[in-house]
């Protein structure tokens, strides 16, 4: 089963944008990196997804987890 993602991606044109993994089109664009975190954050929590944040020469700056976790960390 492929995994749920969203990824905060630098746009060619300038600003930001929040593109659904796969996807060509993003669902959103903002000009600001840190409000398209925000909303890249907030879309991933209610969907329980995973968000990749890029840098702006495109590789992963920080990845979180919002879904359910297949490795959780052992509860003492």
Known sequence: MAK???HVVP???GGWSVKKGGAVRASRHFEQKSEAESWGRRVSTEQG???FIHKR???IQRKDSYGADPMPRNQQ
């Open 11 to 13: 746009d060619p044109k």
């Open 4 to 6: 749920n993602t969203h």
């Open 49 to 51: 997804s995973e968000l």
């Open 57 to 59: 020469d495109g590789t």
